[in-house]
């Protein structure tokens, strides 16, 4: 295995760290203005993730960061190639934190409203935008030998194929934040919550299984990989067993072991698309010999080796604070005069 | 218009606005550890309550540098994919080392600092205050250090891959320690503790003049004057001058561009205030006379490069660069002026009246001191053109290939409504929680009775909280 390799992997990892924490605040926030009905339950809902959403969210700077640093040429393609996707992320990302920070500093009923609105609508476009672009790298993009995206306008990456990847997403951390609320949560809000997890569970499995058959019938790389290497089909296997699992805990009255299973399906569900795609970062839908692969994307050796000493001096304290910060703050939500 | 001007405009726009944030994380959050900390040596109430005070201010501040600082990392790779093509094996790995080590300590912590000031110890409260604040300082030695290698390129190779050219990283040493990095970091280092006391200034002033929180506020504006005074004077007589040193050393037609030196001219002028005109290759200005040259190279007689030794196209724009430079320089003599003055007139007058223009001019510090620190930044940014890499790739050249003038339009005026709303916002809610004031808090022996290490938070976690009912009391009301 190469130090290009290790990168890959890193940055799946990082990746599905990203889509585990942020997903599940972006669930609350997808769930928001439906679970939660008076001003407490709303104070709540966004105090559930009051003190850990910003740490989530550096996992999507770190992310990039990472991508810049070890595939520059794939950075450079995908972020300027979806240039309006990614003005509306940034958009919505902006509103949503301005939602989260601004929304209890006023006791009008229409200001909260207001910006439980935008929380909620944020977090539903971020699942969408962010569910769309995954979905465009799985289906292919136009990449030119120059290593440039050349759509000809925003549309050419709303096909069906990634849309329907971007409502799965939505389902997904719908129900991946629907677990969180049901730890964090009690009374009636907890009971409202519980009540929708099936439901929310079923819609996102046939989503998935959708999905999946689309995959297959259109042949896309990251299927081929596991029609042709039979034991990489553990992967999704295991994510289809975290799914069950999720059930199983919650039928024994174990939320957050449920909430955990789901965690462990998102993290093998992203392994998958992470080792269906390899050794492929950009797949070019104009000629296969302008993909972007692991080997003639990645970063020089020298700054590899400087990352790797980064990442193995940084990371384990990264998850180390991150176990904490989530330890400490475990547990039913209390209000506090500090709360949003 | 063409998208290289808009994006230019764009991330002129979101970086200085986002500039106004970050100094104030690192100066403000060193000025709520000096709080804390005199809280645990002197247990004086006052400093508890001023440390509470300032958090809230401190997350408001926080919340929108972390927001407009995400577009900053996205742009790199929206607006200049040319740019980071051929940069992202140095620039990259300076930025992806920004994000592992510093945003997580920030991000991380941030929630105890915020949320945990009537659940932590002092002690502990303190430390994972430090940590934030740390945080916020290591985060902004990555990124200059990422920026210093803009100024000061070396430690790379420059080699055509299947993507065309790319810079690649030769020695990893070499690229952190660039020429210019260490000047560059202090200098903004004590920027942004200088913006961080002229806050603290700023408000306990206003409250002193609106005869609030008395004891409060001359307990803040007596700490934060000092610490103003004397970091106003260490930063133009030592790191102000240390920059403009290494300026001088690398980057000579930036110089030029910043005192509007046409002609190589010895005893050259430190000028104040003027105006270039750049078709007549003119510049007006008034100025102490071979200041310059003593400054630049501790010579009166020093000749200083001038730009027509320089072909043209390798000119910043001139006048531009002058004005923002000048701005900054002026201010920054400004800044021990008013400390100096302002600090006797305190001696004298502690418990009595302040003469009231005084009292204004402590008021006014700490928006001079964020428009001289995004000055500066302009200074750095605008002389450094035509450049986006010194002397290695042209800004021209850097700016994303597929990237259309209508896209780029939408985008910059996504960011100045979006923006425009933020600032509003701000300074709304700035303006209430300083009106609102500072809160009286629980006394010591309550504070003694919170969990004061880790031991002791993470037992009490565990347990349920056995003033649970006391607070929920309180959120009722």
């Not at chain 1, 099936?198 to 998935?208: Q, Y």
Request: proline fraction near 4%; hydrophobic fraction near 55%; charge should be neutral.
């Amino acid at each position: 295995m190469s130090l290009a390799d290790l990168w890959f992997a890193l940055f799946v990892v990082i990746i599905a760290g990203y889509v585990i924490l942020d997903g599940f605040d972006l669930g609350v926030g997808i769930l928001h203005p439906f679970a939660a009905r008076t001003d407490e339950e709303r104070r709540i809902s966004l105090n559930s993730i009051g003190p850990i959403w910003d740490g989530n969210e550096v996992w999507l700077v770190v992310g990039g960061g990472v991508l810049f640093a070890a595939f520059p040429v794939v950075y450079a393609a995908l972020f300027s190639g979806f240039y309006v996707a990614l003005m509306l992320v940034l958009l919505f990302l902006i509103l949503r934190a301005v939602a989260i920070e601004f929304r209890s500093k006023r006791e009008s009923a229409a200001w909260r409203s207001f910006w439980d609105r935008v929380f909620s609508i944020s977090s539903i476009a971020l699942a969408l935008l962010l569910g769309v672009a995954l979905g465009n790298v799985i289906a292919g993009v136009p990449l030119a030998s120059s290593g440039d995206i050349v759509i000809s306008s925003v549309l050419d990456l709303l096909k069906p194929f990634p849309l329907l990847v971007g409502v799965t997403a939505i389902a997904m951390l719908a129900l991946h934040g629907g677990l969180y609320l049901e730890v964090k949560t009690e009374g009636p809000m907890h009971d409202r919550v519980r009540g929708w997890l099936p439901s929310l569970g079923a819609l996102f499995a046939v989503l998935g299984i959708a999905v999946a058959i689309w995959t297959a019938i259109e042949d896309y790389d990251v299927f081929t990989a596991f029609r042709d290497h039979w034991w990489l089909d553990e992967f999704p296997l295991a994510a289809a067993a975290a799914f069950g699992a999720i059930w199983w805990y919650r039928a024994k009255g174990r939320d957050t072991a449920a909430f955990f299973s789901s965690c462990v399906m998102l993290a093998f569900l992203l392994l998958s698309a992470g080792v269906g795609m390899y050794p492929d970062l950009l797949i070019s839908t104009t000629d296969p010999a302008y993909n972007m692969t692991v080997s003639n994307a990645a970063s020089a050796q020298t700054t590899l080796e400087v990352m790797l000493v980064v990442a193995i001096v940084g990371l384990p304290f990264v998850l180390l604070y991150t176990a904490g910060v989530q330890y400490l703050f475990r547990g039913k939500v209390r209000l506090s005069p500090d709360s949003y | 218009m063409n998208p290289e001007f808009l994006s230019r405009l764009q991330f002129a726009l979101t970086i200085s606005f986002h500039f106004i944030f970050p100094p104030i994380s690192m100066g403000l959050g060193l000025m709520i550890l000096v709080m804390s900390w005199k809280y645990l040596r002197t247990k004086d109430q006052t400093w508890r309550e001023a440390s509470f005070f300032w958090v809230k201010v401190y997350g408001l501040v926080f919340a929108l540098g972390i927001a407009t600082g995400v577009v900053q990392e996205f742009e790199f790779g929206t607006n200049w994919s040319a740019y980071s093509r051929f940069v992202g094996n140095v620039f990259g790995s300076l930025l992806a080392a920004e994000g592992v080590f510093a945003f997580f300590l920030e991000g991380g912590f941030l929630g105890l600092m915020l949320f945990g000031g009537d659940r932590l110890g002092p002690r502990i409260w303190f430390w994972a205050s430090f940590l934030v604040v740390f945080g916020a300082h290591f985060s902004a030695l990555w990124i200059l250090m990422a920026n210093s290698w803009m100024q000061t390129p070396q430690g790379y190779t420059v080699t055509t891959t299947q993507w065309g050219a790319q810079a690649l990283m030769t020695t990893f040493k070499d690229v952190v320690w660039t020429p210019s990095f260490l000047p560059r970091l202090l200098h903004t280092w004590v920027a942004s503790w200088i913006i961080g006391s002229a806050l603290v200034l700023s408000v306990s002033a206003w409250y002193v003049m609106q005869q609030q929180h008395l004891e409060f506020a001359r307990k803040n504006l007596s700490l934060a004057l000092k610490w103003f005074t004397v970091l106003a004077v260490l930063q133009v007589f030592i790191f102000g001058a240390q920059m403009a040193i290494a300026v001088t050393k690398d980057q000579e037609p930036k110089l030029a561009a910043m005192e509007g030196n046409w002609q190589p001219r010895s005893c050259a002028p430190l000028y104040v205030v003027g105006w270039v005109d750049e078709s007549a290759q003119k510049t007006y200005a008034v100025g102490v006379p071979c200041l310059l040259s003593f400054l630049s190279y501790g010579s009166f007689q020093a000749t200083v490069p001038g730009l027509t030794q320089f072909s043209s196209d390798v000119w910043a724009p001139v006048n531009l660069t002058f004005q923002a430079y000048h701005v900054m320089i002026d201010l920054g003599f400004l800044f021990p002026l008013i400390g100096v003055v302002g600090w006797l007139s305190w001696r004298k007058r502690r418990d009595g009246q302040m003469p009231r223009p005084v009292l204004w001019a402590f008021v006014a510090t700490v928006f001079l001191a964020e428009v001289a620190t995004i000055a500066g930044w302009w200074t750095a940014e605008i002389g450094r053109q035509p450049w986006i890499v010194w002397n290695v790739l042209r800004t021209s050249d850097a700016v994303s290939p597929t990237l259309r003038t209508g896209q780029a339009l939408a985008s910059l005026v996504m960011f100045a409504l979006l923006y425009a709303l933020l600032l509003v916002l701000f300074v709304f809610l700035l303006d209430r929680k300083i009106k609102h004031g500072p809160e009286r808090v629980s006394g010591e022996e309550q504070a003694n009775a919170l969990p004061n290490t880790i031991r002791e938070l993470f037992r009490s976690a565990r347990e349920p909280r056995a003033h649970a009912e006391e607070v929920d009391e309180h959120v009722a009301r």
